[in-house]
């Protein structure tokens, strides 16, 4: 099964920041697909954070609104989540999500990253 791969998670103070990053594989068609991020605590349901649309609009939860960006970088087939000022309630495992395209019927996931914010 192909999945997008996730990196950048790890270990980050309150106040800090952290760039997530979701690599997609070279057979995957990227350059107008949607893109959704999502975070998962223990315990807790699978939470939409921020979205980008097909054409590069862009979608925040209220949560997570002034402080995390969605973006995505075509020639690389990447797409960041940049997190700012981070709270201990950020602590989860995030996952990204390459919606269909006119391109694509298919639908990706990443493996998941861990993010904990502590001091």
């Known amino acids: 099964q192909v999945h997008l791969v996730e990196s950048g998670g790890g270990l980050a103070q309150p106040g800090g920041s952290l760039r997530l990053s979701c690599a997609a594989p070279g057979s995957i068609f990227f350059s107008i697909s949607p893109m959704e991020w999502y975070r998962q605590a223990p315990g807790n349901q699978r939470e939409l954070v921020a979205a980008?649309?097909?054409?590069?609009?862009?979608h925040y939860a209220d949560s997570v609104k002034g402080r995390f960006t969605i973006s995505m970088d075509n020639a690389k087939k990447t797409g960041y989540l940049r997190m700012n000022s981070l709270k201990p309630e950020d602590t989860a495992v995030y996952y990204c999500?390459?919606?269909?395209?006119?391109?694509?019927?298919?639908?990706?996931w990443g493996q998941g990253t861990q993010v904990t914010v502590s001091s």
């Open positions: 999500k390459l919606l269909k395209s006119s391109y694509d019927p298919n639908e990706y």
């Open positions: 980008i649309t097909g054409s590069r609009s862009t």
